[in-house]
């Protein structure tokens, strides 16, 4: 946004300084009515350089803005009395940030944030952001200056001529203070073990507040989370005996089983329940057709049956055929 903007107002007899804060509430107004997605981003050990690369890389998709906290927040201040959403920026405005507003998916615009980083050497006293690890190998030290890595505690040896470290060495852990001994192996060994750069802390979007973490998870896993959600709403709704909206279905599901059960028990019918018994006869007639053949299959005939005719049954149950045998069988022995 440009001098030339700013709509309707007079600047003529404002000294430079106010002329430039009026200038800069302008523009974040404009930005905060424009823009439906912000960034919040941290800026620490970030150089003028470095921000301009992000600016390019940004250009057309999203527009950076920095300035001083108190301002941002007498804006935003004011801002939220048309929009509320906004006043979730205010705790946020705190130590050295900056603001970052675009209408494109904010997840491409995180990417390309993060993609800016500037790998920098460690400085003694600050806090490493990373643990820092010294790999084993040559140095290329000369002998000399063994009592050096003798001072740290790093075992090494002699190998033509040279100190090679024997063992990966844990030389700063995360969160701890950087101290002079271990910048001044780390120069020895021209190693550059941390990258600073432009850090999304923040996300606002179209009125809601959220972690920048949330922006790494894909659409399935956000619809996952959702209806895993849902289920366990409505799963408490049922156990409850509640009608909330996700429990509806499953309760009238549940309600239409039971009207099913009582109709069939009392010889009711209606619409549905033919329609229902309709299917499932269906759906069940291709299992009766296939074990159809194995019924037909003939049984093996009886002695007992072909010799009495089938009509030669005793008061006991017993057939008449067995006795006519046994008297042939005598007669033939005689």
């Known amino acids: ?107 491409d615009i995180r990417k390309t944030v993060l993609e800016n980083q500037v790998p920098a050497a460690a400085k003694s006293g600050g806090i490493a952001p990373v643990d820092v690890f010294v790999p084993p190998g040559p140095t290329g030290m000369d002998p000399g200056q063994t009592a050096f890595f003798q001072a740290l505690g790093i075992a090494t040896k002699i190998a033509r001529g040279s100190i090679e470290i024997v063992d990966t060495v844990h030389l700063i852990h995360v969160g701890d203070k950087v101290t002079s001994s271990a910048v001044a192996l780390l120069n020895k060994l021209d190693i550059r073990p941390f990258s600073y750069g432009i850090k999304v802390n923040t996300v606002y979007d179209k009125g809601s507040i959220f972690d920048a973490k949330i922006l790494d998870l894909d659409q399935a896993e956000v619809l996952n989370k959702f209806m895993n959600a849902v289920s366990k709403i409505a799963a408490i709704a049922m156990e409850v005996g509640y009608p909330h909206g996700a429990a509806v279905p499953f309760m009238v599901r549940n309600a239409f089983k039971k009207v099913c059960a009582l109709a069939l028990e009392a010889g009711y019918s209606f619409k549905q329940l033919e329609e229902l018994k309709s299917g499932a006869s269906s759906s069940s007639k291709p299992a009766t057709k296939a074990a159809a053949p194995k019924e037909e299959k003939p049984a093996p005939e009886s002695s007992s049956s072909s010799s009495a005719g ?4 005793d008061m006991f149950g017993g057939g008449g055929g067995d006795d006519d045998e046994e008297e042939e069988e005598e007669d033939e022995e005689e």
Do not use: W
Not at 32 to 59: C, F, H, P, W
Not at 310 to 313: A, E, P, Q, R, T
């Open 310 to 313: 089938g009509m030669g049954l």
């Open 1 to 107: 946004m440009s001098n030339d903007e700013v709509k309707e107002v007079d600047l003529s007899g404002l000294t430079a300084k106010r002329r430039k804060k009026h200038l800069y509430a302008a523009r974040l107004s404009q930005y905060l009515d424009e823009y439906t997605g912000i960034l919040v981003v941290g800026i620490d050990n970030v150089g003028s350089n470095q921000m301009q690369k992000v600016r390019i890389a940004l250009r057309g998709k999203a527009v950076v803005l920095m300035g001083k906290n108190t301002l941002m927040r007498l804006i935003i201040r004011r801002k939220a009395k048309e929009n509320p959403a906004l006043a979730g920026l205010l705790p946020l405005c705190r130590g050295n940030m900056g603001l970052i507003f675009s209408n494109h998916n904010l997840s």
